[in-house]
């Protein structure tokens, strides 16, 4: 039961089973806590899933090959990269599985050179890649712009390994050219391997085009989309926030009009932060904290503060047509710095802030997090729904492509 919760994305289930498990005075064994971790990692709960390292410790299966491996996927994605690298170095055996968690660990927190290191080891070792290993390969070349190295990945799957490629192969090798701006090999591309009546590679193609402000291949794209998959948001929105950057707010108005019609909701931006064993959600512009007041206060303590570090706010990323005052006050109430702020005011000083987010982070706020972690020494882990970024001293681990 609790693997089943664990796999169908129910992981609250898997854990209240757990519980219930422990109240009837049933022994777990190391399936039900490899079940246990990758509940914990589905839910991005720290907490929890050191409370299982722990339990693992004391029974004594650290040995084993898959509680060692879900260990390592558990911090992972609750953003303790750290201690996912350390738990992969003490495991005394790997398999192709293990070596494929850290590379794919190492690829979601912007690692790229650490995730090729370690793929060009489990090569050396013995191991061969499967489909996951090069999904991650592939991520981090695009990530990294490495054009040429993904396109010598990619081949390599059928030519050297014997790995017939899947979708989301496909979909990758279009990210990396479509980031790269090689708009024209896209469409090349996509011609050539018939990709084009799936929704996932344009998809790829629309969010580039947001990246590169694409505005003719953007509108193809949408356009297809809205054949694939009406009544999926994505399309309708990357297409509006493309003609709002480019300040055309008529026809942005036409595809809220067109989503109302087709009775679509976009999806609400919110992110949540652990405290005190907590979990606080927040939306955007939210007021209904207990604690928005000290929150508020601290955000405009904040905005002070970086006005003297030479921070300018990119209104350019409110895709709303309201004045540019209007627009900063908007940025500074985005759900992640409000999450942020209830961090700062509960957190103990010097311990690591992990915030995490169901949409991609904006720019403006990606430069905000990039300050704060200087100005107030400390450091700030987001994790969007692409990828982990560490903010420290000034910097993200992204180095500014994500």
């Not at 209240?16 to 777990?28: I, R």
């Not at 090959?65 to 992972?76: E, F, K, S």
């Amino acid at each position: 039961m609790i693997d089943g919760y664990a796999k169908t994305n129910q992981p609250e289930m898997a854990l209240k089973h757990f519980v219930d498990m422990q109240s009837e005075g049933v022994k777990p064994n190391e399936f039900t806590i490899a079940s246990c971790l990758n509940a914990c990692s589905h839910m991005a709960t720290l907490e929890g899933g050191q409370q299982l390292h722990s339990m693992v410790v004391k029974a004594g299966h650290t040995g084993d090959i898959i509680v060692a491996t879900a260990i390592t996927d558990m911090y992972g994605k609750c953003g303790c990269l750290e201690d996912a690298e350390a738990n992969f170095k003490y495991m005394v055996l790997r398999d192709a599985v293990s070596w494929n968690t850290i590379i794919a660990v190492y690829a979601y927190h912007s690692q790229g050179e650490n995730a090729l290191q370690a793929y060009r080891m489990m090569i050396e070792k013995g191991f061969l890649p499967d489909e996951a290993t090069f999904l991650s390969i592939l991520s981090v070349c695009s990530n990294m712009g490495l054009v040429e190295e993904g396109k010598k990945h990619f081949e390599s799957m059928s030519k050297v390994y014997g790995i017939t490629p899947t979708l989301e192969h496909y979909a990758c090798v279009v990210n990396i050219l479509s980031r790269a701006g090689q708009f024209d090999e896209v469409e090349a591309f996509i011609k050539e391997q018939k990709l084009s009546t799936h929704a996932l590679i344009w998809e790829t193609v629309l969010g580039a085009c947001k990246l590169h402000g694409n505005l003719d291949l953007g509108e193809t794209a949408a356009r297809k989309l809205f054949e694939l998959q009406p009544k999926e948001d994505s399309a309708y929105i990357f297409l509006s926030n493309i003609f709002a950057s480019k300040g055309r707010w008529d026809d942005v108005q036409k595809i809220r009009v067109l989503m109302s019609e087709e009775g679509i909701k976009k999806e609400p931006g919110c992110s949540w932060v652990g405290v005190d064993g907590q979990v606080h959600v927040f939306v955007s512009q939210d007021g209904s904290h207990p604690k928005t007041e000290q929150i508020y206060a601290k955000l405009q303590d904040l905005k002070q503060r970086l006005s003297f570090s030479g921070y300018i706010p990119k209104t350019e990323n409110v895709l709303h047509n309201i004045s540019s005052r209007e627009k900063i006050e908007h940025l500074w109430h985005h759900s992640e710095r409000l999450a942020l702020g209830l961090a700062l005011i509960s957190a103990s000083p010097g311990m690591p802030i992990r915030i995490f987010k169901n949409l991609r982070i904006c720019e403006d706020c990606h430069e905000v997090m990039k300050v704060i972690s200087y100005v107030t020494s400390r450091e700030i882990v987001i994790r969007d729904f692409k990828r982990f970024h560490h903010f420290k001293l000034g910097s993200c681990s992204c180095q500014d492509s994500w």
